[in-house]
Structure formats: structure tokens, C-alpha cells
């Protein structure tokens, strides 16, 4: 990293990613760090150019009252405290405000006019730092990356291949609860257009075995969770001379368990590790980056706009929304109307706009008209939420006539179904999965 740093420390707020993100949308890059951090720590890291201690109400530990390290003061940086009543700074000392522009111009203020830092922090100047990075740690060795197709993957993919080239592996397994067309997309992207080096694992059917007659929800992540990393290893297994293992590791993942003073809230859903007898070491080229910094480095490196703003995707994917045990005509009929429902969103302008939206297909059947007789066939559901943090979430409130659309094509394209509901629920009561 060449450009000047601004350290926050977390003294307790819920803002320390707030005021990071401010600094950041200034140009000049900004981390946080644990509020003990020693002087010494402090002054090993790269062109730092002042501090700010951000204090809150997190700022009690099983009882004790939670302080900085006095040696920082002395450290030669400017420091700022912001919600930290202690007056134990000299240099400069400005309390945070309910008023969100006072904030703003005093860290605007602090960052350019005390610590004189540089707004030179940006997406191209990113990139080109990484790739510098990556050929310094790889060399000439070999990185393996599971490619899943989602954002941080798809941006990782992207970068490293533009650090080391061949001596990238991806591996995509499709699990057979993709969404219609995103494995080809991951291929027709990254083997056709990139000309990456990827390894297409169609384990389909394996998984689907795997789950048959399999109705409990954390029984079934388990199985795909599972069954992800084993098909994954003997993919790894096959392949020679791996020293590396790539990460789409990001920013919140380090800040929520790196900090003293943040709350664990959500538990990670994501596939867990490799066994540990492979051992790699890991390339995290992106883990200093906020999502939206993610999209904007994905943009910057020149990768498709759907891929780079595509909805969040639950790890176990469609297996999910196929309430139960899945089976293959239900899983059809997630994947189809799943189609459907994204391609009139987009058509509507709601893709921009609605946080997360897909179809659901639950294991009951309910009884119909067809062609004037009697028909028992399947719902579907649909949900479209709005969130910030998917800790909560609000629903969408759609318009009747792109509903009825919606619903009509479903009705007339999706074999098997009958009926199409909305969801209403706000989580909580309701997840936003249904699984
Ligand atoms: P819930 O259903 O808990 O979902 O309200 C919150 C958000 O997390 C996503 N989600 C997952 N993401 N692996 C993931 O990577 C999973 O197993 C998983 N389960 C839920 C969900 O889509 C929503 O965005």
C-alpha cells in the first residue's frame, strides 16, 4: 500500500465502519483496528497520518471500562477522539453529534488539514497495488480459487488472473441448485471470455442423490455444505503444485471478528474450510474492501455489470426454496419461475431496487382447475425484500399489474404449478429464506 492511511480505533461504537467508509469516499484509505493496539503496533504500519479514536457504548468489557493505550498519544500522530469523553488528548479533540454534516466536515477537516493526508486512494490505484502484491507473494506458484460465480469469487477470479494468469486454477461445482444459466455464465465469462483456467465440475447429480428424501432444513445444508468441500478437495487432489488457496475474504468478515468490542450477531453460513491436511496459504486480495467497494473494483477490472451487482445468493443456493426434500420436478419449478420472476423485475426496473427477490416452492400441493378438470399441483411463492444488513428486512411493495404478469407466466410456463403467492412477511417474524 502506498497510499496514506487513516487508523480508526474501536473504542466501543457501532460507527467505526461508518466513519472508515467516510474517510474512504474522501479518497484516503482508512482501517480499523482493536482499541489496545500498542504504539509500536501503530507505527509498523504503512504511511499511517493520524487516528481516530471512536468511543461508544461498547465500551465496558465484562464490567471494566475499556481505554486506549496511553502510548498512542505519543506515538507522533495526530489524534482525534470522537464519542470518547476522556479528554486525555492533546493534539485535537472533537465530539461526536447527533448532526451527521458536523461529523463529516470534522473528519473532512481532521483527515486533509491536521494529518495533511493525500486523497490518492482509489479503484485503479487499488487493482494495480494488489496485482503488485499477489506477484510478490505467488511468484511463480500456483493459486486454486472456488469460483462459485458470486461477487467476491468473481472479483478475486478477475484480479488474480490479471496478477498471475494461468497460474490461477478456478474451480467452479455446480451443485445442481444453481439459478437458471449461472453456471454457464461462470464458464461462457471466465473460460470463453477471459480465458481463464477453469476447472467445470457438473456435480449434479451427486449432490441430488445425496439429498433425496433428506426434509430437514439444517440436515440439508449440511449435506451441501459438505459434499461442497469434498467434491472440491478431490478436485484440489487431482491438481499439481498447488501452494495457494484464494480467498474472496472482505472487509466486515475481518472487522466483525477482529475488533475487541463487536457483537457476534450473525452466525456464517458460508462452506467452511478444507481439511487439514491441505494445506495452503491463503491470497485474500480483497479483504480490505467493503461490498460496494468490491463492485467497484469488480467494474474496474472489467467484469460483466450483472455479475458485479448480482443479488445476494444463499450458499446452499435453490436448495433452499425447495421447501423439504427436494426433489427434481420441485427444483424445476424453483429454477423456472426463479427466471421468471428475475426477468420481469429487470424488465421493470426493480433489479436496481430490490434488495433480494426469488421464488419459493413448498412440498405440498394444493387443487386447481386445468383445461375445465381437476388439477393437484404445487405453489409458488414469491418474496422480494429490502434490507441493509439482512439483519432485518422489510418487503417490497410491488405493483399489482407486474404481480399479475408475473403470476401469469408462471401459471402458463412452469410445469407443475397451480397457485402464486406473495410472501408479506417483514423479517422478523419471517427469515428471509424460508429455510
Ligand atoms: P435469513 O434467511 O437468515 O437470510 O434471513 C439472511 C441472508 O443470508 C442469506 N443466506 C445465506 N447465505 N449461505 C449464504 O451464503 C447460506 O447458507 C445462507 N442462508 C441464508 C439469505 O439469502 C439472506 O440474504
Redesign the pocket.
Request: net charge positive; hydrophobic share 20%; charged share 20%.
Given at each position: 500500500m502506498k497510499q496514506d492511511m487513516i487508523v480508526i480505533l474501536d473504542l466501543g461504537s457501532h460507527e467505526n465502519t461508518v466513519v472508515a467508509r467516510a474517510i474512504r469516499a474522501l479518497g484516503v484509505y482508512s482501517e480499523i483496528y482493536p482499541h489496545d493496539i500498542t504504539a509500536e503496533e501503530l507505527k509498523a504500519l504503512p504511511n499511517v497520518k493520524g487516528i481516530i479514536i471512536n468511543g461508544g457504548p461498547n465500551n465496558v468489557i465484562d464490567g471494566v471500562a475499556i481505554d486506549v493505550n496511553p502510548d498512542i498519544y505519543n506515538a507522533g500522530f495526530p489524534v482525534m477522539a470522537a464519542g470518547h469523553d476522556k479528554a486525555l488528548c492533546q493534539t485535537k479533540l472533537a465530539q461526536f453529534t447527533n448532526d451527521e454534516n458536523a461529523v463529516k466536515e470534522a473528519v473532512k477537516s481532521f483527515v486533509f488539514e491536521t494529518c495533511k493526508a493525500e486523497a490518492n486512494w482509489n479503484m485503479a490505484n487499488f487493482v494495480n497495488d494488489q496485482i503488485e502484491l499477489v506477484r510478490k507473494q505467488v511468484g511463480d506458484r500456483k493459486v486454486l480459487l472456488a469460483l462459485s460465480g458470486g461477487v467476491d469469487s468473481s472479483v478475486v477470479a478477475a484480479l488474480l488472473l490479471k496478477a498471475i494468469g494461468n497460474n490461477l486454477v478456478c474451480v467452479h461445482v455446480n451443485h445442481g441448485l444453481m439459478r437458471k444459466g449461472e453456471s454457464e455464465n461462470v464458464v461462457e465469462v471466465f473460460r470463453n471470455r477471459l480465458s481463464a483456467n477453469l476447472v467445470y465440475v457438473d456435480a449434479t447429480d451427486r449432490f441430488l442423490d445425496k439429498l433425496a428424501g433428506v426434509g430437514d432444513p439444517e440436515q440439508k445444508?449440511k449435506i451441501i455444505g459438505g459434499e461442497f468441500i469434498r467434491v472440491f478437495e478431490e478436485e484440489a487432489r487431482k491438481l499439481d503444485g498447488i501452494d495457494f488457496l484464494g480467498q474472496g475474504t472482505i472487509y466486515p468478515d475481518i472487522v466483525e471478528s477482529g475488533t475487541k468490542t463487536a457483537k457476534m450477531v450473525k452466525s456464517h453460513?458460508?462452506v467452511g474450510g478444507l481439511p487439514e491436511d491441505m494445506q495452503f496459504e491463503l491470497v485474500e486480495p480483497i479483504k480490505q474492501l467493503f461490498k460496494d467497494e468490491v463492485r467497484a473494483c469488480g467494474l474496474e477490472l472489467g467484469l460483466p455489470y450483472e455479475m458485479v451487482f448480482r443479488q445476494?445468493f444463499?450458499?446452499?443456493g435453490l436448495g433452499?426454496r425447495c421447501l423439504g426434500a427436494i426433489t427434481r420436478d420441485r427444483l424445476e419449478a424453483v429454477r423456472e419461475s426463479d427466471a421468471i420472476l428475475r426477468e420481469e423485475f429487470a424488465k421493470a426496473g426493480l433489479d436496481k431496487k430490490v434488495w433480494?427477490y426469488f421464488t419459493i416452492v413448498p412440498d405440498f400441493k394444493s387443487v386447481g382447475v386445468k383445461d375445465n378438470a381437476r388439477s393437484y399441483d404445487w405453489p409458488v411463492i414469491i418474496r422480494a425484500v429490502n434490507t441493509i444488513d439482512?439483519m432485518t428486512a422489510t418487503i417490497e411493495q410491488v405493483d399489482w399489474p407486474i404481480l399479475m404478469k408475473i403470476t401469469d407466466r408462471i401459471l402458463k410456463e412452469v410445469d407443475g404449478v397451480n397457485r402464486v403467492c406473495y410472501d408479506m412477511s417483514p423479517?422478523p417474524s419471517a427469515?428471509?429464506?424460508w429455510e
Open positions: 445444508r453460513h458460508n445476494p444463499p450458499g446452499p433452499v433480494q439482512a423479517k427469515t428471509i429464506e
